[in-house]
T-cell receptor
Framework: DAKTTQPPSMDCAEGRAANLPCNHS???????VYWYRQIHSQGPQYIIH???NNETNEMASLIITEDRKSSTLILPHATLRDTAVYYC????????????FGPGTRLSVLP | DTGVSQDPRHKITKRGQNVTFRCDPI?????LYWYRQTLGQGPEFLTY????????KSRLLSDRFSAERPKGSFSTLEIQRTEQGDSAMYLC?????????????FGPGTRLTVL
């Protein structure tokens, strides 16, 4: 079973920030938080990942709470092309561990 | 384009036929993963290779499924005696598999339809 909980769907106005929450209350010390998204009929696309500190790249920012039990993915200026299913995944760096995907959050960016 | 390629992109077959899919990972990646995704669900893990060694298999991988990665580069996934329940998107991913840089990069997938 997935170790994360996400809202099933969210809407966001084009040009505004999209803030996608994720709860991972059972995360352990060596587990990373990964975010992927999947646009219809394509393979999942890596967005960002983090361990303890907040992270930012050209696609998004990841804010992880101090207790690491939840995180938020921020798309600073959402566009219509950001409409997708967003997956939050917790994964350790142990040998052989695969990603366990939950149902994700379906983000709809509205014009 | 992530650098992971899969072939074919679409496959339609009749029940009972065998099918084979190919995945070419990013060249320096030593880990390769296969996932299956049905409509409305997230991807589900099938199997994983570290170089040429198949190190982990999901219970979803029945004995009709076999995967190989003979030289630690490309991989094939074969399904024998296909069933309608095998209809799904089959995704391949690769990763460096070391420490911080363990993110998986996914290919576009092969969509299988079993009639």
């Amino acid at each position: 079973d997935a170790k994360t909980t996400q809202p099933p769907s969210m809407d966001c106005a084009e040009g505004r920030a999209a803030n996608l929450p994720c709860n991972h209350s059972t995360i352990s010390g060596n587990e990373y938080v990964y975010w992927y998204r999947q646009i219809h009929s394509q393979g999942p696309q890596y967005i960002i990942h983090g361990l303890k500190n907040n992270e930012t790249n050209e696609m998004a920012s990841l804010i992880i709470t101090e207790d690491r039990k939840s995180s938020t993915l921020i798309l600073p200026h959402a566009t219509l092309r950001d409409t997708a299913v967003y997956y939050c995944i917790v994964r350790g760096d142990n040998y052989g561990q695969n990603f366990v995907f939950g149902p994700g959050t379906r983000l709809s960016v509205l014009p | 384009d992530t650098g992971v390629s899969q072939d074919p992109r679409h496959k339609i077959t009749k029940r009972g036929q065998n099918v084979t899919f190919r995945c070419d990972p990013i060249s320096e990646h030593n880990r390769l993963y296969w996932y299956r995704q049905t409509l409305g669900q997230g991807p589900e893990f099938l199997t994983y290779f570290q170089n040429e060694a198949q190190l982990e298999k999901s219970r979803l991988l029945s004995d009709r499924f076999s995967a190989e990665r003979p030289k630690g580069s490309f991989s094939t996934l074969e399904i024998q005696r296909t069933e309608q329940g095998d209809s799904a998107m089959y995704l391949c991913a690769s990763s460096l598999g070391t420490g911080w840089r363990n993110e998986q990069f996914f290919g576009p997938g092969t969509r299988l339809t079993v009639l």
